[in-house]
């Protein structure tokens, strides 16, 4: 038998290979409700964020569906044990890595900011507020955002950089994540963010935008961090 390339995997895909595995075993049976996070967490020995993400990588692959409010419910049974669940990167580490490229990207953009670089950031804010007050995800003006900060900087590779990061939110598992966290409020805290990162900007302060920019993606964190059985609904963060 031939060697065959040993793929890197994900710990949320560890994660919910073995519980399709139980599944498949018939330990779980379509219309099951799944136990609580908690719990799931504690006998997986994983963090509540890791079985998240797991939980959200086996809805998209059809195992489970994630009901907000109200848990997790098994889709199908007897089925053989999903082997790869390819629900992108993780959010969680997703939203680390911003939190350390962007700030410092942030902080460099108030030093070289311009006055007409300014005012495109504000004018990309602007654009969010207007998508999502018309019913949009408003997710293209707030990638759009972030991608001109880069610019901002001069820097070429951090431009590719912050592209790739955010390619990466616009994954599967972050889109079903956006749409389990939806709630009333979070464009306004996103917007507000994104202005206190353009005020910092504009004022050259690069301590206090990189501060901005680190408040900013832990309010996203915040809000994927919550408990989707306790999520209501309604808005994309980024």
Known sequence: MPFQAVAPQRLYEQVAEQV???????????????????????????SRPVLR???VALELAGWVEVRSGAGTYVRASGRTALKIVNAGPSAFELLAARRTIEGEVAALA??????????????LNEEIGRQTASGQTGVEADGAFH???????GNA????????????????????????????????????DHEAIVAAVGRHDAAAARQAMA???????????????????PTRAG
């Open 20 to 46: 399709s595995g139980l599944i498949a075993a018939g330990e779980f049976r379509a219309g099951d409700r799944l136990p609580p996070e908690r719990d799931l967490a504690r006998k997986l020995a994983v």
């Open 53 to 55: 993400e797991a939980m």
């Open 110 to 123: 108030a030093v070289a900011a311009t006055e007409t670089d300014v005012a495109d950031l504000r004018a």
């Open 147 to 153: 991608r001109r900060l880069a610019e901002v900087t």
């Open 157 to 192: 590779v951090l431009v590719d950089i912050v592209s790739h990061l955010w390619a990466g939110m616009n994954g599967p598992i972050l889109t079903r994540f956006h749409d389990l966290t939806n709630r009333p409020g979070k464009h306004r805290t996103n917007i507000a």
């Open 215 to 233: 408040v900013h993606i832990g309010h996203v964190e915040a809000v994927f961090a919550e408990d989707i059985a306790e999520t209501t609904a």
